[in-house]
């Protein structure tokens, strides 16, 4: 099965150190998408690619969050100096586009992330 | 502005009855429906969409969903629960008019089948 994957699923980190997270989405997906759920909540969206593209990202992203899809392929998401606030599960989400397709999202199973 | 609504937080409902988890939506031009589903510690699983056409869409494991245009809801329905149905459900919506890809999703409800 070849469905998005999340590295690493925990993360354990202290107060002000950074921490990165990696998504692989579905191969021939070109839209990717990253999402903050804490616990009881729903996904919170943080940004969007479109290949290479950053297309959108969430006013509510704190300049200490950064994402990247250098090559149109995998992602990272990159805290820096966390805070105990951070702690929730980031969620990895792929979907074509194009060609007809309405885009339905494929998730992760995630990557949790502890802030001690 | 895109935002979802889902009033329940939590439904409870007697296996093998109908149950029925509610979400209104507002988009300002025409929207993408869909609804997911999460089990304890996983990520989403996508069970239907509405794009266009028959208001009533058929999805994965017998649910279904009902788009009602007049009254912004897209509620997910089931003619009888199984205990398994138990998890998190989120209903979710893309404005395809507004010119963005984002996708929005509702706060979530618990469903609960007592067996």
């Known amino acids: 099965d070849t469905g998005v994957s999340q590295n690493p699923r925990h993360k354990i980190t202290k107060r002000g150190q950074n921490v990165t997270f990696r998504c692989d989405p579905i191969?021939?997906?070109?839209?990717l998408y990253w999402y903050r759920q804490t616990l009881g909540q729903g996904p919170e969206f943080l940004t969007y690619?479109?290949?290479?593209?950053?297309?959108?990202k969430s006013r509510l992203l704190s300049d200490r969050f950064s994402a990247e899809r250098p090559k149109g392929s995998f992602s990272t998401l990159e805290i820096q100096r966390t805070e105990q606030g951070d702690s929730a599960m980031y969620l990895c989400?792929?979907?074509?586009?194009?060609?007809?397709?309405?885009?339905?999202?494929?998730f992760g199973e995630g990557s949790r992330l502890t802030v001690l | 502005a895109q935002s979802v609504a889902q009033p329940e937080d939590q439904v409870n409902v007697a296996e093998g009855n109908p149950l029925t988890v509610k979400c209104t939506y507002s988009v300002s031009g025409n929207p993408y429906l869909f609804w997911y589903v999460q089990y304890p510690n996983r990520g989403l699983q996508f069970l239907l969409k509405?794009?266009?056409?028959?208001?009533l869409v058929k999805g994965s494991y017998g649910f279904e969903a009902e788009f009602n245009k007049s009254q912004t809801s897209f509620h997910l329905k089931k003619p009888s629960a199984l205990v398994s149905d138990s998890a998190l459900y989120f209903c979710?919506?893309?404005?395809?008019?507004?010119?963005?890809?984002?996708?929005?999703f509702g706060t979530g409800t618990r469903l609960k089948v007592l067996a």
């Open positions: 989400a792929s979907s074509l586009a194009g060609g007809g397709n309405t885009g339905e999202l494929f």
């Open positions: 191969s021939e997906h070109n839209r």
């Open positions: 690619f479109q290949n290479e593209a950053q297309l959108e």
């Open positions: 509405y794009i266009t056409g028959d208001n």
């Open positions: 979710a919506v893309r404005d395809w008019k507004s010119g963005t890809y984002k996708y929005i």
